[in-house]
Structure formats: C-alpha cells, structure tokens
C-alpha cells in the first residue's frame, strides 16, 4: 500500500504534550461501516472515517465488488448499499495490504456469496496466520484453499453456509465478528461462545441496521436470512490512536492533554483502566452516544507511575493497546508483569518479542514470555529500535523519546498510514520532537 518503504522517525529527547487534540476516527468502525453499509438497503452516510491506509483498502475491495461509495471527503462517506446478496465477482485478486481485520472479517462475509474469490495482502499479512477463522468457517460449510494457513486464501462461492455452535479458544473480535457475517449467510442460528468480552462494534453495528443480534452473557446468536438498512454513522476518535498521546501524557512531567470524541465502548476501555491502576490522572469527561456507540472527552495529566500486575480480565479490553502500555510500564517505579497476552504474538508483529526487543535496546529491562512481558521501569536512553512494520510499535516508541536521554531512531515506519495518518503531524502540533525521514 505505502511506497515510503524506509521511512524513519528520528525523535528528540523531551517536550510535554499539552492542548485539546483529536485523533483520527476508530479502524475497527470504519472497516464494519464499509463493510455493512455495503450490504445495506439504501444509502449509509458516514462521517469520521478514518482515511487511513488499512480502511481504505476496505473501502478498495468493495468498490472492486461493484459497490458505489462516494469519497472519502474529509472524513465524509456515502455508500450505496447493494443489499445481501448484490456483491459481484471482482475481476482480480483483492489485495488488503497490511489488514488483518480486513481478510479476516471478509473472509466469513465472502464465504456466503455466490462466486469465489482470492484475498492476498502485503508481506507482512502473508505471515499471519488465518487458521483461526478459517477452521470454523470450514465447519459451515465454507470452502477455502490457503498457503499453509496464511494468505492469500481462496474462498470458492456457491457453497451452503449451515449454523455453529462455537467456543472460540482465545477472546478475538475478529474470530467472532468473523464468523457472525458468515451466520447472516447460514441456514439457522450461529451461537459463538467466547471465553471473556471482546469489542462489540459489529454486534453494535448489525443491530443498529436493523439485523438483529442477540447478546446474553458470554454467547452471541445470530440468524441467517435478515436484512441490513442502511443509517447515517458518525465515528468516534479511535481509543487505539488516542492511547499513545495518553501514555506520553502519563509519562511526562508538565503534560495536561484532552483527546477529544474518544470512542469509549465498553470493550475497548481496558487501557484507561489499567493506566488508573498504575497511578494515571485520567478524568472522563462529556461523555454522550453517537450511533449507539459512548463517546467522551479523556483529560489525562502526568502523574507518576508504579508497576502493577495487569489483571488478565483486562486483557482483551486493552489488547491492540499493549505497544503503549509497556513504554508507559517501562517508565512506572517498580515492576509490570502482563499474562495471558498470547494473542499479541499474532499481531501485526510478534508484539511481545519485537517490543521486549526494543526496550532493551534503549535499555530497559524487559522479559518476554510465551504469553507476556515483565518490565522493570527504568530510564529510557536513546537508540535505535526496529518497528517490523508495526504502525502500533513506531507509535510507541515515539512517545518514550519525551522522556528518554537521548534521540530515539524508529525504523520501518510507513506502515504508521495504516491507521493514524497525519501522526507525525499531529504529534508535533501536541509537543513531540519528530521528524519523519525517507533514508
């Protein structure tokens, strides 16, 4: 997707952040917005999108599939709905780049059309494993071929999608969001059980469009053969994007900022929990619902910090988040342990290992587990750390810089477009010294 292949951001030593900032509107929401306004009856007018290189790359394939969407304009969609079953064969291979939401969540909506279709991606999707989604969407009925369960995958159309009754094997959205697209193509009901909350945006979003979903403790039910109605969605600021100015605030003596319109789903709120719990002053404000999704005002000033044991019921509440939450542990006092995290190994990166890799290459002790990290908070000094090409990673890293003694060289950073363009922008503008360089 991005051609700057060598970007870099080379990030002073020190600053404060401070002022009222808005970060670009939430990922996970954007892709359903395409995704269900798509399948809608009727026109779905969307503001907030976020214009970002994973989301646009679902907007690309539905367009690729005969869907009519106006825009992006600032922010500014409309989408005009092809109903269930309008979806037309794409003339070539639809190329996702570098989303793992994107192939994942198509890949249950794809498996209930008529026609077969290929999903490849850049090369770090083509690492990422896809057996999780497509072991149960086989148990349907589904047909998929895959290079040794990664991308590309074929998913051959025309095949009848029956009802499960499955227990996912670790909490991920994307599994259960996954597989709820394939039960609105299945004959009867799809039941997903899932071992602890996830984010709920797509249960939200179908039964804000008026197909129904059914939510009751830990179990999710859906029935095949309803409709979708296209409505008007406004996004709320991503909670992920919004992380990183929240932990630069935490960290650095004299910040005081307010991220404004965050995203404040329940699911999605494990990182301002555990921040609290290490000692962060984080005040809730305004808080009010935009298409059925909560939405506030985070003030966040610095406070220090103390090491805690996050508490594993937190963990899928905070998951996307763990980048930031170990450069604001590796500056607590005393001891971060994090477990039950396995999931961060099948991210966009290894996020356990290439995170313990960097903070001990600006010297902060740092101990990777299978399912985990221990990090003694330290002093950052300065270095070079390698992102992999994990825009959540580049991220992080440049927050530590406002408090590290010396400049911190961040390598393989295009991949940040995926889901905050404008970052290096926008992080300046708010007080952090850095610079983007194509070396």
Do not use: W
Request: net charge negative.
């Amino acid at each position: 997707m991005s051609n700057q292949e060598n970007l870099t951001y080379v990030v002073q030593p020190g600053g404060r952040l401070s002022g009222n900032i808005r970060v670009p509107g939430d990922k996970s929401i954007s892709h359903r917005t395409i995704m269900l306004g798509s399948l809608a009856e009727g026109v779905t007018t969307v503001s907030g999108f976020l214009e970002g290189e994973d989301a646009l790359a679902t907007l690309a394939v539905f367009r690729a599939m005969g869907v009519t969407i106006d825009g992006p304009n600032n922010g500014n969609l409309i989408i005009h709905g092809v109903g269930m079953h309008g979806l037309k064969a794409p003339e070539k291979t639809l190329n996702v780049g570098n989303s793992g939401t994107s192939i994942r969540l198509l890949s249950g909506l794809l498996s209930g059309q008529s026609f077969t279709v290929t999903m490849e991606g850049d090369a770090s999707l083509a690492k990422r494993p896809m057996q999780r989604v497509t072991e149960p969407l086989m148990a349907m009925g589904a047909r998929i071929q895959s290079k040794e369960g990664k991308p590309p995958l074929t998913i051959h159309g025309g095949h009848q999608l029956n009802g499960i009754n499955y227990t996912l094997p670790m909490a991920s959205a994307q599994v259960k969001s996954c597989l709820l697209l394939a039960g609105m193509y299945a004959s009867g009901e799809t039941c997903i059980t899932e071992p602890a909350p996830t984010r709920d945006h797509t249960e939200r979003m179908l039964n804000g469009m008026g197909y129904p979903v059914s939510v009751e403790a830990n179990q999710i039910r859906i029935q095949g053969g309803g409709k979708l109605y296209a409505i008007n969605i406004d996004v709320p600021a991503d909670i992920s994007s919004a992380t990183f100015f929240m932990v630069g605030a935490a960290i650095t003596p004299g910040s005081d900022v307010t991220l404004e319109h965050v995203g404040m789903n329940p699911t999605r709120t494990g990182v301002i929990t555990i921040l609290q719990q290490m000692g962060a002053e984080i005040t809730i404000q305004n808080e009010r619902l935009t298409g059925g999704e909560p939405v506030a005002d985070i003030r966040v000033r610095y406070q220090p910090l103390t090491g805690i044991h996050i508490p594993e019921d937190q963990v899928p509440l905070a998951i996307d988040e763990f980048p930031a939450l170990f450069i604001a542990a590796a500056s607590a006092d005393g001891e971060t342990v994090l477990t039950g995290a396995e999931e961060l190994r099948v991210k966009e990166s290894d996020r356990i290992q290439v995170m313990a890799d960097g903070l001990q290459a600006l010297g902060i002790t740092a101990i990777p587990t299978a399912d985990g990290m221990k990090i003694h908070g330290g002093k950052f000094a300065g270095g070079v750390v390698d992102s992999h090409g994990d825009h959540r990673i580049a991220m992080s890293f440049a927050m530590a810089a406002l408090i590290a003694n010396d400049t911190i060289i961040i390598n393989d950073c295009a991949n940040v477009a995926t889901s905050f363009p404008g970052f290096v922008t926008l992080a300046k503008a708010a007080g952090v010294r850095i610079e983007s360089t194509n070396g």
